[in-house]
Nanobody, 119 residues
């Protein structure tokens, strides 16, 4: 059974930094596109950053240049380094793992971790 467990959220002042971590159980990590998404109150969940199995990355426009996604395949862990945080970054952040086993697609989600940017 696959589980994604996020950690690292919390309260930070504007301009500060946080690093989120997501560790996956099961044998899917190395072949999965790993992603970070976020959902602010009253808004839809949106993509923040993605990283492919070979390390290619994409970012949403709002976080490009401030956030960095990375992965450690040996530890089955994906990270999101967030710098120069703004109040609009406040949201619940979710980790995802997407891919295929044979012809069957999968998309797993973590339980989410709260990030609050406030003075």
């Amino acid at each position: 059974q696959v589980q994604l467990v996020e950690s690292g959220g919390g309260l930070v002042q504007p301009g500060g930094s946080l690093t989120l971590s997501c560790t996956a159980s099961g044998n899917i990590f190395n072949s999965s596109v790993m992603g970070w998404y976020r959902q602010a109150p009253g808004k839809q969940r949106t993509s923040v950053a993605l990283i492919t199995p070979n390390g290619s990355t994409t970012y949403s426009y709002s976080v490009k240049g401030r956030f960095t996604i990375s992965r450690n395949n040996a530890r089955s862990t994906v990270y999101l380094q967030m710098n120069n945080l703004k109040s609009e970054d406040t949201a619940v952040y979710y980790c995802s793992a997407a891919g295929r086993t044979g012809t069957s697609p999968y998309n797993y989600w973590g339980q989410g971790t709260q990030v609050t940017v406030s003075s």
